[in-house]
Structures are given as C-alpha cells and as structure tokens.
C-alpha cells in the first residue's frame, strides 16, 4: 500500500477512538506520521527518543537506524498487530512507506505490593505488582537461570488483556505445560480481568470440590515452584499468579516452613494438619457422638455434655448447622467490612451472638467451644482456596454423620480419600506423597 493508503487504513482502524492522535513531524525533505493514543503513552519518553533525535538527524536513514537500535523497537508482523499494539500504548511511525512500532506504555501500576494474604514472620515480605513487566522482572531478579522462559499472548476477546507463561525449559513438566497451553487456546470468553476468573476457564475438573490451581502473591512460592518444575501463569493487572501442577500437600505448605529449623517446621506442620482435620471432622465428631455413641465418652464428660445441653431444644444436627450458619456468615462480613472496623465488628458480633444464644438456651456451651475451634482451625491452612473447600466439604460430613453417626463419618473420610485419589491436577495426580523422595533418587542417580 502507498503511505496515503496506509495513513488512511491506519485512521479508519480507530474512527471511532476520540483519543487517537495522528501528529506528522516534517522537516526539510524528511517526514514521519506519528499514530498513538494519548492516555497510553508516555508522552516525556515520547518526546525524548523520538521527537527530538528526529529533528537533530540529518537523514531518514539514520533515524530509522537509530529507531531499530532502541530497547522499545518493536517487530510489526501484520496489520492487525499494529491494530493491538496501539491499543496496548504503543507507538507507530509511518515513514517512506513503512510501520515501526516502539512500546512507550506509560505505566501506573508497577509499585510492588506488601504481602498481605500470605503473611510470614521471617522472610521476605514483598509481593507481585499489577505490572506483568515489574512482576516478571522481580522473577527473574530472583531466578538466576538461563532456562528460564517466558511465552506472550492474550487473554479475552475485548480487554485483550497480556498473558505470560512462565517455566524453567529444563525442569518443566512437558505433559502439564501441553495441557495448559491447550486449555488457554480454548478459552473463549469476551473479557477476562483477573487471575481467579482465569483459573476457572481452565480448570479441567470444572466442578471440582478442591482447588486444581494455587494463586499467590509471594515471588518466593514461584521461584521455589519453578524449581520444582511447574508453570506460572501472570495476567497483566493482577498482582496475584497462577501455579500448575498442584497437589494436594502444596495447599498445606507456606513459604516459612523453609526459614525455620527442622523441628520448628515439623511442629508447625503438625499444627497445621491438626487444624486440617478438627475444622474438617469435629463438627461430624460431635454429632455422631451426641447423637448416635454417646458411651464413646467417659461418664463424667457425657453428664457435662447432657447437662449443657439442658434446656437447647433442637437436635445436636441443627445446633451445629445454626451455629456454623452465623460463623460462615461472620467470616463473610468480615471479609466484606471495611478494614478499620471489620475487626471490632466481627469480635463484638461474635461475643455478642455467643453470649446471646447460650443464655437463650438455643446452643450449648460446649457447641460455642465447638465452633469456636473449627473457626480458628480454619484459619491455620496457608492457602484460601484449600480453606474455602474444608469449609464445603465440612457440611457434607456432617450431613453423613447426621445420617449413619460415627460410621457415616467414617464413610464420608473414605469416600474423601478415594476422590482425592481420582483426581489429578493437569495430568498430575492430586494426591501425591513422594514428590521429595522421586527428585532425590533420581539426583542421586544422575550424580
């Protein structure tokens, strides 16, 4: 196409943009057209790598020598390339006939943030930007090898927001990664705006009562992750990431079980698993006790049991379903309340409904214990996504307890394992032991 052709398709790509900006920049026999959207750029680098050498160079040549040389050069392979790079705050220049596209995005959002879901005491306490290009030069500011790789493309038909796969090409599991880019180039969805909303497009168990992804915020769970060979996946304006393959054991696993001692960490760990199965089994424990084995205590706890219950006039069932209820429904409005009063309002709620439903005899005292422990324990699992599933998957242990006592427990704690068992996270299965063991034999082989 001639320049006046191109000048014309260019200006008929964004008709419809009001801040679409066309500048022609003429002096003696040189001239170059200038298209960009205003808001996108920044318009001090704008004027200082181009507008400026422009006028001080003597041939066009030179200037398109010197244009190729900066760091924002860009290839442009097609026109619709062009189309989307002005659109993502590029910069293009028409000049003798031909498109150089320099990415001058003005970025606003590339502060580092503090960790605020993954919190540590030790340890590093920095956590991803909203910036993709921040994000990723913190990885790599982290990760010291040449393997390290990084594979570009959109996301969502209308935001076309950037999306980056990031693995280590030695150590990548080859199957998982295959199964990721073929699940992402099957996403068909008009706007994608977040990680979260990402992870459920290709989540291959859709309906999956657990997590088949872990999102965090924490630079150091994603180095120490793609050590291990598994793959990053960063959406542009979101400080969190995706990591895949995941297991099971991965979810009850933090960052600072690696700057403890040996022992530390393993009584951490313990505490952790602790709380895993009193927030999960307690609340089914204390049915199918009450109800259906009450011989299982000894004597003087069951009188004290029977005797707090004096006076309740619902079913051990609909006790523990009314008080974990208001439980769930104060955890949501904590997390829903402003910051600066969420913590009063949810202590003051808690003590309050507490206090209120023992003295109206609607709960026992011992059913506010109860509670009380499968809340904190809750907490105790590292990552959310493994404490929202707990949290699920408690009700249906009660039903099965409410149902069949002590042996529906137990059943429920069988069929549990065995889905955990049939489940695998992109190839992997999900219920892994002897990741640790496998690379250390294999280390040991190879060495």
């Known amino acids: 196409m001639s320049s006046e052709e191109n000048i014309k398709w260019i200006n008929e790509q964004f008709k419809d943009t009001n801040e679409f900006t066309m500048k022609t920049m003429e002096d003696d026999d040189k001239k170059a057209e200038l298209f960009y959207i205003k808001p996108l750029i920044d318009v001090e680098l704008l004027q200082q790598i181009i507008i400026k050498p422009y006028f001080e160079m003597d041939s066009e040549s030179k200037f398109i020598r010197y244009l190729k040389s900066l760091p924002q050069f860009q290839d442009s392979k097609s026109q619709e390339q062009l189309k989307t790079e002005v659109l993502n705050g590029n910069v293009v220049l028409l000049i003798q006939n031909k498109f150089y596209l320099l990415d001058l995005k003005f ?42 790789y990084v594979e570009y493309s959109t996301i969502g038909q209308v935001n076309n927001h950037k999306l980056a796969i990031i693995y280590d090409k030695e150590k990548v599991n080859k199957n998982a990664l295959n199964i990721i880019t073929e699940k992402l180039q099957q996403v068909d969805k008009q706007v994608i705006t977040s990680t979260v909303q990402l992870s459920n497009y290709i989540n291959k168990q859709k309906y999956s009562l657990f997590p088949q992804l872990i999102m965090t915020e924490r630079p150091d769970r994603i180095v120490y992750n793609l050590a291990g060979g598994k793959i990053i996946l960063l959406v542009d304006g979101n400080p969190q990431a995706l990591i895949a393959p995941v297991y099971f054991f991965d979810f009850m696993t933090s960052m600072e079980d690696n700057y403890h001692s040996y022992y530390i960490s393993l009584f951490l760990k313990i505490l952790r698993y602790a709380g895993l199965f009193i927030s999960l089994l307690l609340p089914g424990l204390y049915i199918g006790i009450t109800s259906f084995a009450p011989e299982v205590f000894r004597t003087e706890l069951a009188l004290t049991i029977a005797g707090s219950r004096i006076g309740v006039p619902f079913s051990s069932f609909v006790e523990v379903l009314f008080m974990l209820f208001f439980m769930e429904m104060l955890l949501e409005a904590s997390i829903r309340l402003p910051k600066t009063i969420s913590a009063t309002a949810t202590t003051v709620g808690g003590l309050i409904l507490g ?36 949290r699920v998957i408690r009700f249906l242990f009660i039903l099965a307890s409410t149902l069949l006592g002590l042996a529906g427990l137990m059943l429920g704690l069988y069929a549990l394992i065995m889905y955990l068992v049939s489940i695998d996270s992109f190839g992997e299965p999900y219920l892994k032991f002897n990741e640790k063991k496998k690379s250390k034999t294999k280390a040991g082989e190879e060495a």
Request: hydrophobic share 45%.
């Open 107 to 148: 970025s606003f959002n590339d502060q580092t943030n503090t960790a605020s879901v993954e919190t540590t005491i030790h340890g590093s306490q920095l956590a991803l930007s909203d910036n993709i290009a921040t994000n990723i030069n913190i990885i790599r500011s982290d990760y010291h090898q040449p393997t390290l």
């Open 355 to 390: 206090t209120a439903v023992t003295e109206a005899s609607l709960a026992s005292d011992i059913m506010v214990i109860i509670v009380s422990a499968v809340a904190i324990s809750t907490f105790v699992i590292p990552i959310n996504e493994m404490a929202f599933s707990i």
